[in-house]
């Protein structure tokens, strides 16, 4: 939101939990995060298994 992907990507990486963010789904959907797709991290953080549905 504020547009700074690096600190975005640590807080996800770190177990963010955000109002309605609580599963692998909520953050590939939701526009809030639409300037962290194509990001590298971002969509290897959502492709790990070990992320799984829901997230936390």
Known sequence: MI??????IEELT????GPGIDTVAAL???????????????EAM???PKNGDPLF
């Open 3 to 8: 547009g700074d992907q690096e600190i975005a």
């Open 14 to 17: 770190g177990g963010l939990r």
């Open 28 to 42: 590939r959907n939701d526009s809030a995060f639409a300037a962290l797709r194509g990001d590298p991290r971002y």
């Open 46 to 48: 959502l492709a790990d």
